[in-house]
């Protein structure tokens, strides 16, 4: 039990904003030597797969899909499973690519979940951005509006993470662990984005205080946790961060 991070050093990649935040690791798990590529075509195409292998950060992505399909395995051990990815994200659709995200790591991660057993999933999706992953996916969705999406999106913005100030953000959060809770879900996911820290490139004013609140009150539930750690490009912010959950 406990918690574990898992992570190998193929994740760091000049390319990626990602890999840069990536230096401070202590103890970490490897990752297993599963074959991946049938979990990458459950979620996207054949064309689509072969068509991104000579793309340059292409290795990296590979990697962080290995450390993800990982964790669903690692979390059958431990209460909560982190997962710094790179170069995969929720904006990966099944033929393209977007924000620096070759694979959908989230929509990958829940076929390995269900092939595993789970049955009651839940996805809580905060970054300062949201996707479209809730329509490809059977799992139960929320973001912090609440709801599987905020009414107001612009550009792929959340729209409450753009006009919430912190302490608002924060009591909202808390609501929707008690909604999470109250599904008594067998495993939930967090996606969660390192761009809401204040000290990133989204304009949003959460600090390692907030952050503090959010991940205590995620810790309080008492279900199987796998956290995707994704965006952000600092690596104080994310050394703050995982401390925070005492790694
Ligand atoms: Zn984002
Ligand atoms: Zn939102």
Known sequence: MGIAIIYNKELGNSWLGTSKRLGYIRECKSP???????????????????????????????????????????????????????????????????????????????ERLKEKGFEKIVVLETDAHHSDTYRMCSAKFFCISGEERCKEIREMRCGVARTEDAERYVERFGRVVEIIESYNPDILVWYLGQDLHEREYSGLKLNGERFKQMIEKFMELRCKKIVLFSSGSREDVFEEILKLFGL
């Open 32 to 110: 297993s030597d599963i074959n991946i590529d049938e979990y990458i075509l459950k979620f996207h195409t054949k064309e689509y797969f072969e068509s991104v292998k000579k793309l340059p950060f292409f290795s990296s992505a590979y990697e962080s899909i290995r450390c993800v399909i990982t964790a669903a395995d690692e979390v059958e051990g431990s209460d909560v499973v982190v997962v710094p990815t790179s170069g995969t994200g929720h904006h990966a659709e099944r033929n393209k690519w977007g924000g620096y995200s070759l694979f959908n790591d989230l929509a990958i991660l829940l």
